[in-house]
């Protein structure tokens, strides 16, 4: 591709040769590696054949990898090729408005049918459990977008789908399980009465609204029961931070046509797969001596890394899924139900954890109302409704782009677009109606959680 004028150029597309061949594997160049998970039974490291019970091989190995590039299969760069590789807009309005000498790119992830990035790791894992004859996958979901994605996935290769979704969303968003039943998935509302780790939840509390935590439990202890069934996650696992990879690999080259790098890279966090998706790429530059910073963005009421503990904790609430090393705010906690529905996960991925207590990126949490001010500022200049857990992301970059102003620089700056948010117009009538208010996180439960974090010998 030609170098287009950047002074000129609003977006940039680039061809379907332009998709990546590999997935980068950020674990080859970490100086110190994610800790390895613990089994919740042996309190052991957890060993390949024990997570069989609900992984393919080929993504255990993934799991584990220290290679640098992982091929990506063919089926699945086809099908990337519906949408990918993604746009890269410059934020020409924006700008304008915040009258900003910035520049400010983001990618948009929300280009394909489900609206996120959630698909780059529901196409790859679908591909690999058919591969290795599994029939059934089943998975939670929180604000319903991964729930979307695996269920597309399952349909293309020919995999049945059961979804767990969060009861409170599953309340909130009912075109979202519309969706989902349009690519033939069975979505259940979680916590269920169909699993033990359900039934024992709401013994407890009939009205519990759930979390992801219980929706975890329930699609692990369905997966785990019958041989033709895995499970599949959305986020925070090595293996679909690294899925997620292509977004950054594709803006680096989209940035390069037009002679640009950025000097500070956002995006949203709940599990941390899309900011590794759009930062893992950068970072690799920067272990080599480049100067960037990266920064994951996470909603105030729900702070994982800005302030959580780094240790060894539950995955979810039944306490069956392997046990990782992590930022995390105790397996017990039920976030509110703040309007980022993707955002509210107890815990962090493992990797992105490591490289925050390894100081190779930063984080910084916002209230919902500051992030809604932020996306409606973006819808009104850009043209594109941002999902809420995005938006947070869009909140930073505006900040440095009003920082940038304060000192008279010429930063460029790149933000990850994770998703559209039209299936969050609830939300937005919520923002409107004047109503919503900022839960912040008290810190009262982190005492009390943590209390519960289980003790790890390896
Ligand atoms: C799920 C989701 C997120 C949060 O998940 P990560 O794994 O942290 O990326 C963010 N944005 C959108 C649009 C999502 O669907």
Redesign the pocket.
Known sequence: MSKMRRDSVTKVFLSESDIPKQWYNIVADMPNKPEPYISPMTGKVATPDEMSAIFPKAIIEQEMSTERFIDIPEEVRKMYAQWRPSPLYRARNLEKLLDTPARIYYKY??VNAT????LNSALAQAYYNKASGIKRLTTET??G??GSALSMACNHFGLECAVYMVKVSYQQKPYRRSFMQTFGATVTASPSNLTKSGRAILEKDPESTGSLGIAISEAVEDAVSRNDTNYAL???LNH?CLH?TVIGLEAKKQLEAIDEYPDVVF???????????IAFPFLQDKFNGTKIRAVAVEPAACPSLTKGVFAYDYSDTAKMAPLSKMYTLGSDFVPPGIH?G??R?HGA?PIVSQLYHDGFIEAKAYGQKAVFDAAVMFARSEGIVP?P??SHAIRAAIDEALLAKEAGEEKVILFNL???GYFDMSSYDYYFSGEMEDIEYSGIDLESNIKNLPKVEK
């Not at 609206?115 to 959630?118: D, E, L, R």
């Not at 995006?267 to 998706?277: E, H, K, L």
């Open positions: 992830e929300g609206g996120s990035h959630k929180g604000a977008q991964w959305g986020s925070v679909v997620q995006a949203c966090c709940g599990g941390g797969s899309n900011f590794a998706g980022a993707g955002l996960y991925s999902a857990e995005s994770s998703g559209h």
